[in-house]
């Protein structure tokens, strides 16, 4: 079993950034991709973005791409989650999810991860 711990999350205003860190443990899960997801209050979980277990691919959501940017380091079994000119409409709790890589694909689509986080909170003033 492997588990995802995030933290960062917090109240910023408008433009602000902030950076969201996962820390895996557990079985070591080394060949693991790794996705950001979240969910707003009241719709439904969706990507954020993700990055292969080699560091190599990245793939972001349409509004992710240009202000996010997600890194890892495998040695200390982390992976983070810049965002930067953050708006109102990017509240929402913020999940980390894994799942071992399989043929190099980095998926956006919740349904391949397998492991997830409890999720941290991102506020966002105007």
């Known amino acids: 079993q492997v588990q995802l711990v995030e933290s960062g999350g917090g109240l910023v205003q408008a433009g602000d950034s902030l950076r969201l860190s996962c820390a895996a443990s557990g079985r070591t899960c080394t060949k693991c991709n790794m996705g950001w997801f979240r969910q707003a209050p009241g719709k439904e979980r969706e990507f954020v973005a993700a990055v292969g277990w080699s560091a190599g691919k990245t793939i972001y959501a349409e509004f992710a791409k240009g202000r996010f940017t997600v890194s890892r380091d495998n040695a200390k079994n982390t992976v983070d989650l810049q965002m930067n000119s953050l708006q109102p409409e990017d509240t929402a709790v913020y999940s980390c999810?894994?799942?071992?890589?399989?043929?190099?694909?980095?998926?956006?689509?919740?349904?391949?991860?397998?492991?997830w986080g409890q999720g941290t909170r991102v506020t966002v003033s105007a």
């Open positions: 999810a894994a799942y071992l890589s399989i043929a190099g694909q980095v998926h956006a689509d919740r349904s391949y991860y397998d492991y």
